[in-house]
Structures are given as C-alpha cells and as structure tokens.
C-alpha cells in the first residue's frame, strides 16, 4: 500500500517542481508568471526586507542617545548634515540584505506587482545608511513613476523630504512637504507618518504652534505604537515651550503612564513634576519631589540627572549658589553619561561667568565642557565658539567691572576714598584645595553692589578687576620684563592717539599715570613704598570729574554693546544678546549705540514677538529716521545699493591712486575733489583728502599743505587710519617749519609711495630681542621661570599630521591674503603703510608682498612673540574694510609664525593652514 501511495503522489511532485522551475526560470508577461512573480516577490522579499528593517529600527530604538535638554527629533534620525549612527555607506548586514532584495525583485520579478515597494526599500535601506541624496533620488524615481497611486506617491514624497532635509536642504525639502500635503487631502489614511514629518519641519523653522496641530493630528491617526509614544512626548515639549501648560502636562502624563522606554518615562516624569507646581498654584518643594526619585532603585542610573534638573530649579529662583552645588553632584554621579556630565558642567561655567564673574574657573569648566561633550551634540560648535572666545568677552566684562568699581569709589567723600582704595588693592587669595584652582573673594561691602552684574538674591561677589589676583599676577612679570613700566590706559602701544583718546588719559588734576597698576601682594616684590605709590596713582585716576566719569561711562557702553553683538552674531544667542542690550538702555537710556540696539531689538524679536519687534522699529524709524538702519527698514535692498556705492568709491579711488603713482598730481587733485563731493560720508573720504593733500604739498609750497592737512584733522577726527599719521606729519612740519618755508614745494619727489617731509634719517634699527643662553659656569640656581601655556586643541586622531607646526617661534608675521592674483594691490599696501606710520610710528613694521599662482600675500613683519602680533591683529582687523580697496569677500587676515610662513606655497595649503589655526589654536 505505500509503495502504490508513493507513486500515485509522484505526478504531482514532478507537475509542482516543473512549475517551480518555470516559475525560477521564466520571465514573461503571462497570467502565471504575474501571480507566481507576485507570490515570491511579496513573501519572499517584501515581507522579509520589512522584518529585517523592523530589526534594524528596534536595534535603534536601543542604541539611539536622545537628549533631552532639547526637543526630540519626530524619527530616530540624525539631526541635519550629523549621522549619529552610521556612517554614510557604512556596511550593515540587514540594510544590505534590503538592498540585495530590493535589487532581486526589480531585476528578476519585473512583472510583478511589487515594483514600486522594491524602490522604496532600496531608498529606506540607503536612507538610514546615510546615503541621502542616493533615496533621495530613488523616492523621487518612486513618486514621479506611480503618482497614479496616491499612497506611494505621498509617501515617496515624505521619504524624500526626510532625506533633503537630513542633506540640509531645508528650502526644497519644504516645498516637497507642501506637495505632499495637498496630495494627502485626498487620502484618508495611512497619513501619521506625513504629518509627523511635516511637524519635523515646522521644527527646524521654529514654528512651535503649527508643529504642535501636525502632532495632534498625527497622534490620532493609527502607528507604529512607540512612535506615537515619542510624538506625544515631542509635543509636551514643544506645548511647554509655547506656555501651554496644562495640555503639557497632561501629555507627560500619559507618557508616563505609557509603555514608554524607561529613560522617556523617567524624563517625562522630571517635567510633570516641574509642571504641576506651576498648575497647581500651590507652592510646592519641587526639590523635595525631585529628590524623592532617587529612593527609587530604577532611578539609580539617573541620579546625576536628578541632581541636575534640582540645580536647574535653584538657578531658575535665582539661587545660583545651591545650583552650582546640585551641578557638581550631579557631575560626581556621572558614571555612564558623559552628555550629562558636559551639561552639567556647561552650567557651572556659565554660572562662574555670568553671575560669579570668575573667568578662570568659567574658563576650567568651558574646557571641560568642549573635552567631553560629543561633537554630535546641536549647540557644540556654539559652545566651542564661546570657549574659544572667552577672553573676548572676559575683556570687556573685565572693563565693565573695573569702571563700576572706579566710579563707586570716587563717589565717595575723599577722606574715605584712600580706605577704599586699600582695601581693593590688597585683597585675599584663598587658594581652594580642589586641582589649584583660585576662587575669587568676595568684599561683602554694602556700600559697592554691582547690580548689574549680580542678578542673583544670593551672589555675593565682588566683580572688581584687582581682586583676581592670579588673573594680575600670571601675566604682569613677563609684561614688566617685556614693556618695563607703561602708562596706565588705553592704547598704551600707541604713540600718536586721537584728541578722544588723548583726553581719556587725563587724570584728575591734569595728570597722566606713569606706570601700570601691579596686585599689591603678587609676585612682583613690591615694597611698602611701592604700595603707597600705587595706591595714589589709583586714586589720581579716579573718574571724580565730569569728563573723566563720561570716558568711564563710554567705556562701560562699548563694552555692553561688543558684548551683546557678539551673542547676536558669532553665537546666534538672540535672547542673551536682547538681555544685555536691555541692559545698557536701562543704565544708559541715551548712549550713543542707541540706533544699533534699537535695529538688532527688532531683528532679534522678529519671528517670535511681534509686538516688541514692531515697537522698536519704530522707535529706529522715529528717533533716527536719517540713520541707515531707517533706511534699511523702509528700503530692503538698501545694503545692496550701498555696497554697489562703496565699489563704486573703492574703483574710484584705485583710480585716482594710478594718477598719484603716474604724479598726475593736478587729476589727482580733481578725482579727489568730484568723490568727497559724490561720496561725502563714504570711509574712504579721509583717505581721498589725503592723497589730495600730498599731491598738493608736490605742486605747491608748504602752507598750501598744512591747509589741506588742517582740514583732515577738522573734517575726519575720528578717522584712525589717516587722521592719525596726519597729526604726526603737522608736529613733524611744525618742528621743521624754516627749512619747508625755503622750498619750492612742500613735499620733495623721493618716492611716489612713500611720501617724505624732509630728507629723513635712516630709521634706526632696533636690535632683535636676544635669546638668553644660560653659562654653565655662571649658572646658579634660580627658580625655573613661570611660563604660560600655549592653550592647544586636543588633536583629533582621525585627521591626518598636518605640515603645519603649533611650536613657539622667534618671528611671526601678520598676514593678509588677497584671493586673486590679477588684481594690483599698490592702494592697499598704501594704505596699510598709513595705518602702521599712524598708529605704530615707533616699531620698525615692514609689510612685503609674495605673488602665488592664485593668491597674493602681504605680510607685516616682525612681530617677537604670538601675543604681539595678536594685539596688532585686533587694532587692524577693524580698519581693514577701509585699509583694503578689494571687496571685502576676496581678503582674509590671519596670524603666522615665521616657519609656518614660509610652507604657503598655494591657495590649498593656505586653506590648510586656516584649517590648521581653526583646530589648534584657542
């Protein structure tokens, strides 16, 4: 009987093994071969692909790192143009088995039905291995092949903004979204993952309120369920933010009672209990539900999480104190998250910098920060930036407080002031016993509150300079050894200064400081004598007059102004950037920045407060209706037609510089008169007035000469490239005035570029500082010298060694590159020779050119160590707009030592170089 069963079975296992190789083997657009292509395509590979890419997103779901200080992204997905997971084209086995499926269905089951689920799972598969413009353009194949079915086409669609917006394309990426969008009215399901997408979007554009109607609707609509749970978190955060308390707390709430992932629940409830204290009208000990967390063993992973959110609470009631205590458990409890720990210490440097005003501290912490915190993170490059620029804004926080203290004491009777000044100039040090680090110490004097730097109800903190004593002391002996003893002001580099910085050396009773002031218990060796000494210079210097106080005033405004503009425009901090400038209108309600504030209140408003943006646009408009931000609110293309003007003047002026090089002094006289006419107001003006004055001294005699140069110093005061060297000339001719009356004309004809008042003396060359070479004979034992660091970036092991070298050298050069080649530079190095006899008449500068194939390179030379070319870079860096008659997009200024120098051979190892200072230098 099983012999007969067996072959009477057999017909049919020779008839299905026959259709199965036919069905392999076959290709052809038969009833069969579609159904059979179909069957195999759909459970062979669609239905495999989807369980290996629901593998892969649950892998995901795993691994993801969210952050929760900022709003969660809709997808587990890279943060724009950053690929958190994978590397772009990294092998995956289960993304490349997609692929391999995907392939397999396009290639062999062609007359299938599934064609266009294939390309989609070759562009999701690409997607999420970081290939985005590859899904990119397979989505887009996708959508313009089967628009006729309307849910591949709208999801082909989303798939495709996904990815243009993960390429950074935001412009396209939103108009792919539309699209979509009016496609889908048409469709009644299947939509959640549409609208979440286009809520991503409204994300990225900062438009919290339609974001929030994009996940409303998205959540009642059927998805993958912890989908759903993430897009209701999002959406607490994001109702939150817009002040909507009660439907955020309500949505953290039921995340929490979700199946959420642990660390999502845990957060959610870290925000419900911020939340119900402010509902609930009662006041509640937050710190106390906080705390009471960590008695849950669950929470234990996350008892630095806790610490911080309870620091985050101190700080907000301004008790910044216990916030920085809460901050440093936090970062002692950071075993496992090394986010968290940069956060953490995030906040203690922004604490030391903004409320405690201890910028070496803020400074350790900032270092720390920028150490551990991954490069992935949204704000690091900002926060990198701001460690970077640290002493940009501790200078002129420095200045700030220096001023607020000098004026508080010369408020006082005289016959307290000499306590005062005592008291300040010897303060205590109390070095903490916690890695060396020195804390500032705080004079509890009720008569000197610095209200406006102390926002806190329990900051004590004297923000006075002198009291950083290791700030004073590390730096003043190599000065002293360097400098000797200079004046104690502004510009002490400077030997010719404008009449404003003139009268802002003038003490009281007309007296000029004679030395820098030292920290009176440093490691300068001061005497009893020396002390005394120091005290009253200090004391002369006090702003007790009504000129002295308003230079001590505008000093304070332009340090507020720098500081804020810095937080708009190098940070993109706008809320920062609007406090401080609050600031400065509330302490001086009529200082001279008033137009710039009131312009940058209504920029940095615009988008988020109407209302403010719209009050001081027009306070700019009414109060300075002549002034170009007016101008540039009534007129949006009126910086356009400027800078077309200022081209206009800068050929121009190229123009009448040929004449003067070609000694056509009567045309340069001419162009000179017809562009101060055209261009009245133009920066260049000085500089037209001072080739007309030198073509004038070449044809004329000498009091025709000194009128026209009485007219720069009357017309342009201000100017500090010209006006500057102008004034020198003038005491030049004046002590020289009988031999310039004997000429025929003012100005001998030596050198076309170098004009010269009088047969001039070779400059006296002033010897290169010697190295010190220690005898071996002679040598005794001295303490080894305190020399400070050079700060240096942490190398980044995945770059490859640069040519470059970050040693100290002998010699460094200023250097300015000029990205074109064909362009003649004789008016800028003209002008830089203007600028360095003007304000730097006693150092022997030299500015040379080097022509490369694409590039052309003037340099200044020499400068002895890093800092002194550094302190040139900043007084030049703000002139060269008027020093340079290229546009402004062509030219970059950057330091370099001598040897780098000389390795500059085209423009790509210059880009390396700028690469090379971006990444090692702080």
Known sequence: MKKNANKNLNPFILLFSALLIYGCVANKDTAIDRRFQNLTARYNYIYNSNVLLTEYNESLLQSYADNYEKTLPVYLDPEPQVNLVLTPGVANKQLDDVITKGQTIINDKSFSNYI???????????????????????????AKTY??????????????????????NMVLADKIIDTMLRASDQLKKDLA?????????????????????????AIALPAEKQLRIRWRFILAQLQEKEKNIEDAYANFTKVEKSNAPFEMYFHANLNRIKLKALLSGVKLNKEDQLLALLKDDKNFDYTDQIYYQVGELFSAEGNFIKAEENYHKSVAKSTRNQTQKALSYLRIADLNFKEFNNYIKA????????????????????????????????????????????????????????????????????????????????????DFPNKSLNTGNNVAGSTFYFNNNAAISSGFGDFKKRWGNRQFEDNWRQSVRSSAQETSQVLAGGKVATDNITPANGQTNQTATDQTSLEKRFSDALPVTPALLATSDQKIIDAYFEIASFYQQELNDKPEANKIYLELIKRYPDNNHLAAIYYSLYLNYKGTDEVKSDQYKQFVLTKFPESNFAKNILDPSYSAKQTQMENIAINNYNVAFDAYAKKDY?????????????????????????LKAIAVGRTAKVDALLTEFNLITTNYPNDKIITPLVRDHLKYIEANLDEFKQRPVALIDFDANEPRFVSQATPIAVPTKPLVVENPVTKTAEPAPVVKPVEVKPVDPTKPASIFSSAKSEEYYYVIDVADATLTLSSSRFGIGQFNRGNYP???????????????????????????????????????????????????????????????????????????????YK
């Open 116 to 142: 266009d689920d294939a390309y989609m799972l070759l562009g999701k598969a690409n997607y999420l291995k970081g290939n985005y413009f590859i899904a990119s353009e397979y989505f887009d194949y996708t």
């Open 147 to 168: 628009n006729s079915d309307l849910k591949t086409f709208i999801m082909a669609m989303n798939w495709k903004a996904r990815s243009q917006m993960q390429l950074n």
């Open 193 to 217: 993952e549409p609208l979440a997408t286009a809520a991503q979007m409204r994300i990225y554009q900062k438009r919290n309120k339609e974001a929030i109607l994009f996940l409303e609707s």
């Open 363 to 446: 400074k350790l912490y900032y270092d720390s920060t920028v150490m551990i915190l991954p490069k992935n993170f949204p704000d690091y490059d900002n926060i990198v930036k701001k460690a970077d620029n640290l002493q940009y804004l501790t200078d002129r926080y420095t200045i700030i407080a220096r001023e607020d203290t000098a004026q508080a004491i010369a408020k006082l009777p005289a016959d307290q002031r000499e306590a005062k000044v005592k008291a300040y100039l010897t303060p205590k040090v109390e070095v903490a016993n916690t890695g060396g680090v020195i804390n500032n110490q705080f004079l509890n004097d009720p």
């Open 666 to 690: 009567p045309n340069v006289v001419k162009q000179a008169d017809d562009n101060i006419s055209a261009f009245p107001n133009n920066d260049l003006a000085p500089q037209y007035a001072y």
């Open 842 to 920: 006693d150092n022997d500068l030299v500015h040379k050119l080097v022509e490369l194939d694409n590039d052309q390179l003037i340099y200044v030379t020499s400068f002895i160590d890093l800092e002194d070319a550094k302190i040139y870079e900043s007084s030049i860096t703000g002139q060269l707009k008027n020093i340079m008659k290229v546009p402004a997009n062509l030219y970059k200024g950057f330091i370099i030592s001598k040897e780098n120098f000389e390795k500059l051979t085209d423009r790509s190892r210059i880009n390396e170089y700028l690469e090379f200072l971006k990444d090692n």
